[in-house]
């Protein structure tokens, strides 16, 4: 019997306020437009509500990341769109007392570290962003992947050794 306040969709309510912004941006991601992005993480939570909580296997983060993926996959099909798009997230000032010139920089730097990161293999991209945007764990995104947790680290060293490599020689180029 459920006790007062604890629906049995409680659990969904919940999964809702915690990774519904983080699974529109993902999304986002592969589909390219936020009404697109909206309809796969709609479709990711409605799954969640028909899913028995108890045949749960792996964490509720990395199953939310596992469908979500495959609906924008699918849409992202359809709508014969195979390229990723730019990352969605925006620049907020953290208010840190930076001047507006320095903030500018960083933005500019960051910019430039995002682009490079979209011209990485669409798969190292995806564990990086899954591990550094998203924080999730080695074996999480393994299981979003359908790969090992060792293919991930091996993806995200690559990833973060190419980004390093890049770095440098900006940087030289920038003196």
Known sequence: MAQPGHSPLN?????????E???LRYALRFVGRPELAQEVVQETFVKLC???RST???????????????QAIDVRRKESRMSTVIDPTTYEPSGNGH??????AAKDSGDWVMQQLD????QQQEC?????QHGMKYSEIASILGTTAN????QVHLGLKTLREKLARHAESER
Do not use: I, M
């Not at 011209?119 to 669409?122: D, G, I, Q």
């Not at 293919?151 to 091996?154: F, L």
């Open 119 to 122: 011209r990485l293999p669409e």
């Open 56 to 70: 749960l296997t792996v964490g509720l983060g990395p199953w939310l990341y596992a469908v979500c993926r495959n």
């Open 21 to 23: 912004q983080p699974l």
């Open 151 to 154: 293919h991930v680290g091996v």
């Open 11 to 19: 659990w969904v309510e919940e999964a809702l306020d915690q990774f």
């Open 128 to 132: 990086l962003r899954l591990k550094f």
């Open 99 to 104: 001047s507006p010139e320095h903030a500018a």
């Open 50 to 52: 028909q899913l028995d």
